[in-house]
């Protein structure tokens, strides 16, 4: 279960202090979809950045599975990171002396109980799920932006995190790719039960998600539950999706309990 307490996070500005997330609070609970959306500059990726505890909130609290992340030091929280969660950044931070197939292993090599020969595997299994057959050995500045960010995607996932984040997974990608790469984020989601909090501007892929978290100007405008989506029901189900809004209040259980039953339905 993740938490976001009263989150704020400002930063020192001319004028004095400039908040970029004001009092942000919600529940996400084990095995959710979530997307957030919301304007550029409206604190997105300052938001990600503080759930996956790469960063400390100026007031408030994130509790992973009720540890509060800035509670610990940053060795502790590195080792949190490194057992829970992937992350996908939006300017990807690939390691640019490695290869992309040692950028993948790269995860598994730091926790040091994974024979090399298993994150090999591993690695080019997931390499060529994301569509980088004949990559694995390119460095990244020999790699467009859309392979950076299929490596990058492959990188979060070489763990099987129980948490994953990922910042615009689909930015620099097209249709076809990106719609392969949401496969495998719902995949990830729905077969190993890991919670998925991604960050978008596409609209389609905010409503495939179950739950969407909407920012502006650094606070919640909107926490509403999506209906499930099938391939025929994308186009409406964007609009049901302004018909069934919830306030910013709503618990994520009652929410995830309400979808159940309409997907059950
Ligand atoms: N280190 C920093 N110092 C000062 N201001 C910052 C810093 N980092 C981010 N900001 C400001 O915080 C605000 C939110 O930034 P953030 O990157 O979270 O936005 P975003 O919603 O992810 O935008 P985008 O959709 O463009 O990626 C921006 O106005 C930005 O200028
Ligand atoms: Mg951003």
Do not use: C, W
Not at 204 to 213: F, K
Request: hydrophobic share 40%.
């Amino acid at each position: 279960m993740l938490v976001a307490e009263k989150l704020t996070k400002e930063y020192a500005s001319g004028a004095g202090a400039l908040a970029v997330l004001r009092d942000v609070s919600f529940t996400i609970t084990d095995g959710e979809l979530v997307s957030i959306i919301g304007p550029s500059g409206s604190g997105k990726t300052t938001l990600l950045g503080l759930l996956a505890g790469l960063d400390t909130p100026s007031r408030g609290a994130v509790l992973l599975d009720g540890t509060d992340l800035a509670r610990l030091d940053e060795d502790a929280r590195a080792k949190v990171r490194g057992e829970k969660v992937g992350f996908v950044f939006q300017s990807f931070q690939l390691i640019p002396t490695l290869t992309a197939i040692e950028n993948v292993t790269a995860p598994l090599e730091l926790r040091g109980d994974v024979p090399t020969k298993v994150a090999i595997a591993r690695a080019t299994a997931l390499l060529d799920r994301v569509g980088l057959s004949g990559r694995h050995t390119h460095f990244p500045t020999q790699l467009s932006g859309g392979e950076q960010q299929r490596v990058a995607i492959a990188r979060a996932f070489v763990n099987e995190p129980r948490i994953l984040f990922a910042d615009e997974p689909t930015g620099n990608l097209d249709g076809s790719t990106g719609a392969r790469i949401v496969e495998l984020l719902e995949e990830l989601n729905r077969e190993r039960g890991s919670t998925v909090v991604l960050v978008t501007h596409d609209a389609q892929l905010a409503a495939r998600t179950q739950r969407t978290i909407q920012l502006k100007d650094g606070v919640i405008v909107a926490d509403r539950r999506n209906p499930p989506v099938t391939a025929d029901t994308t186009a409406a189900s964007l609009h049901h999706t302004e018909d069934r809004g919830h306030d910013a209040s709503t618990p994520g259980h009652e929410a995830r309990a309400s979808s159940d039953a309409s997907a059950a339905a």
